[in-house]
């Protein structure tokens, strides 16, 4: 099995279940000519995070990490009329490349792009009031991601659907003694949602265009 092979049939997955989307294409064009790094999900990974939206039934999405905002153009697609997301992003110009692409989605409606460190932007969420999101996404800094998994917490609600990206990184994710900081923040995210608790949590190993990774998936369970 080769990268080569993952590759093929994820074009063929995206060709069967993804049909031609010109403004998610856009966004990722728009996105690669700006200059941003190639992070964002694949499109088969962006339809599976918007179907997971749906069955959660979210009104309310948080995302930490936009970049060019792919990945939240997918979950907000998901959301009713009067649903709403909010998106973390450090990187102001990854913030302007994500507010072009959601608006030529037309979802600027629905959308926010907040700029700053998602640890300080945070606690200005829960100040605001916001603090009942019914879906998670964490896909920003890994050495954060403990942070990130505590304010999910606190800014969650039973049935809240936490999702974290890039949780197995080609396998690194066993090595325990690995100096990499990416990887030591994932395993003690992992620990930390298998050992919640308020969580009912599996991770799920990936391949495809985007190589070898995994996905994170957890329940807040009923008070
Ligand atoms: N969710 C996106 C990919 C996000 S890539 C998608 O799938 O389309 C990770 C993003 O997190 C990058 O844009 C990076 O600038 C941002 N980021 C890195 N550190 C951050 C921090 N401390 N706070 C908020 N965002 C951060
Ligand atoms: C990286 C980050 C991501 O969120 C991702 O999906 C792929 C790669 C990275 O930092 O290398
Ligand atoms: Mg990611």
Same mark, same amino acid.
């Given at each position: 099995? *080769?990268?080569? $092979?993952?590759?093929?049939?994820?074009? !063929?997955?995206?060709?069967?279940? #993804?049909?031609?989307?010109?403004?998610?294409?856009?966004?990722?064009e728009v996105s690669t000519a700006s200059g941003l790094?190639?992070?964002?999900?694949?499109?088969? $990974?962006?339809?599976?995070?918007?179907? &997971?939206?749906?069955?959660?039934?979210?009104?309310?999405?948080?995302?930490?990490?936009?970049l060019g905002? !792919?990945?939240?153009?997918?979950?907000?697609?998901?959301?009713?009329?009067?649903?709403?997301?909010?998106?973390?992003?450090?990187?102001?110009k990854h913030?302007e490349v994500a507010?072009a692409n959601?608006?030529?989605?037309?979802? $600027?409606?629905?959308?926010? #792009?907040? #700029?700053?460190?998602?640890?300080?932007?945070?606690?200005?969420?829960?100040?605001?009031?916001? *603090?009942?999101?019914?879906?998670?996404?964490?896909?920003?800094?890994?050495?954060?991601?403990?942070? !990130?998994?505590?304010?999910?917490?606190?800014?969650?609600?039973?049935?809240?659907?936490?999702?974290?990206?890039? #949780?197995?990184?080609?396998?690194?994710?066993?090595?325990?003694?690995?100096?990499?900081?990416?990887? $030591?923040?994932?395993?003690?995210?992992?620990? &930390?949602?298998?050992?919640?608790?308020? &969580?009912?949590?599996?991770?799920?190993?990936?391949?495809?265009?985007?190589? !070898?990774?995994?996905?994170?998936?957890?329940?807040?369970?009923?008070?």
């Amino acid at each position: 099995m *080769s990268q080569q $092979q993952w590759t093929a049939v994820d074009r !063929y997955i995206t060709d069967l279940f #993804v049909p031609d989307d010109p403004v998610l294409e856009a966004a990722l064009e728009v996105s690669t000519a700006s200059g941003l790094p190639p992070h964002n999900v694949s499109p088969n $990974q962006g339809k599976l995070l918007m179907l &997971l939206a749906q069955l959660r039934g979210a009104r309310t999405i948080l995302e930490i990490g936009t970049l060019g905002g !792919y990945s939240t153009i997918w979950l907000a697609r998901a959301l009713p009329a009067d649903g709403h997301l909010i998106s973390l992003e450090f990187n102001p110009k990854h913030a302007e490349v994500a507010r072009a692409n959601i608006a030529r989605a037309r979802l $600027q409606a629905k959308v926010e #792009v907040r #700029v700053g460190r998602a640890i300080d932007t945070l606690p200005l969420l829960e100040q605001e009031g916001h *603090s009942s999101f019914d879906l998670i996404f964490i896909d920003a800094d890994k050495p954060s991601n403990p942070d !990130y998994l505590a304010w999910a917490l606190k800014l969650a609600h039973p049935g809240t659907l936490i999702i974290g990206d890039n #949780v197995v990184r080609d396998g690194a994710v066993i090595d325990a003694t690995s100096t990499d900081p990416n990887v $030591q923040g994932i395993r003690r995210f992992n620990e &930390l949602m298998a050992a919640e608790p308020r &969580l009912s949590a599996t991770a799920i190993q990936t391949v495809g265009s985007k190589g !070898y990774d995994g996905f994170a998936l957890a329940i807040v369970s009923p008070s």
